[in-house]
Structures are given as C-alpha cells and as structure tokens.
C-alpha cells in the first residue's frame, strides 16, 4: 500500500452521516450521531425561535429539536415518512434535528473533500468543514458544533426544566 500524502495521516479518512435538505445533501461526523428516530411532532415552547421545533423527553433528558431546514434558511419544512430526527452530542450536550431523510454512512479521504466557498452558499462558512465528492454526489460537510449553539438552545431547555 502507498504511503499517504496527507499531512496528518490519522485523519486519512473519515466517516460521515448524510442527510437531505430539499435537493442538497449534508453530512456530519458520524461520531456526534447518538441515534435516530422517525419525525413526531414535538411540544412548542413558547417564544422560542422558529427553527427550535420543541422539546421532548428522551429517557429523562430534556432534548431541544431544531429544524435544520429553518436554521440554514432552507425554506418551509414538509414533514413525511422520510423525515427523521437525529440525536447529537453536541457541545457536551444532547440536541435533535429534524431532517428531510437521513441517506447512509460515507467515507471520506482527505482528498475528497474540498475548501467550501465562500460566495452563494445557505449559511456562514463558518459552520462548513468543506464540501465533498462521494460517487460523484456532492457532500455538504457541516460542523454541527459551530453551527448549533447552547446559547441559542439553553433557554429552551432551561424553559422546558
């Protein structure tokens, strides 16, 4: 076998859960997936932001569900068979996303992911590890720690308590 050209080799490759919003595809490390549920419709808070869906119960810890469509400004949400929420550990905490459909596990190499960039895309780069190629299928790559912050969430949670 070849010697890699990475330079961190550890990191050669990486696992990713992939999930549909709309048309586009997205992933996240696969090591913040908890677990993953059908979409049932969960109790409002009041006053909370749009994208925070409600709250519910999981073997007794109270978990925010965010709306991933609403949070990356993605346009309105339908809910079907398809629709998942997928259980994070998230910033030491536990959080739930409602997403179109959960697709598969997907490893990538370093080599398959690229720089995100800059210009047109739906949220701050911020939040993009990059973009990668899996069988000719683009793979957006979302640090679901930058992106899902307890400061937003925590009053939620704090309400739900």
Request: proline share 2%; net charge negative.
């Amino acid at each position: 076998m070849q010697q890699s050209t990475l330079p961190n080799a550890a990191n050669a490759s990486h696992e990713y859960l992939a999930f549909q919003l709309g048309r586009e595809e997205y992933g996240i490390d696969i090591q913040k997936a908890q677990e993953i549920h059908g979409y049932e419709a969960v109790p409002r808070i009041a006053n909370a932001p749009d994208f925070i869906k409600g709250v519910v119960n999981l073997r007794g810890t109270i978990v925010t569900i965010v709306d991933m469509r609403i949070r990356l400004n993605l346009g309105t949400s339908t809910y079907d068979q398809f629709t998942a929420i997928v259980i994070l550990n998230v910033n030491n905490g536990i959080v739930g996303i409602v997403v179109d459909s959960v697709s598969d596990v997907i490893t990538l190499t370093a080599e398959q992911i690229q720089a995100a960039p800059e210009i047109g895309m739906a949220m701050n780069s911020d939040h993009l590890i990059g973009l990668g190629t899996h069988n000719g299928q683009m793979l957006i790559l979302v640090d679901i720690d930058r992106l899902i912050s307890f400061a937003e969430l925590g009053f939620a949670t704090s309400l739900a308590a």
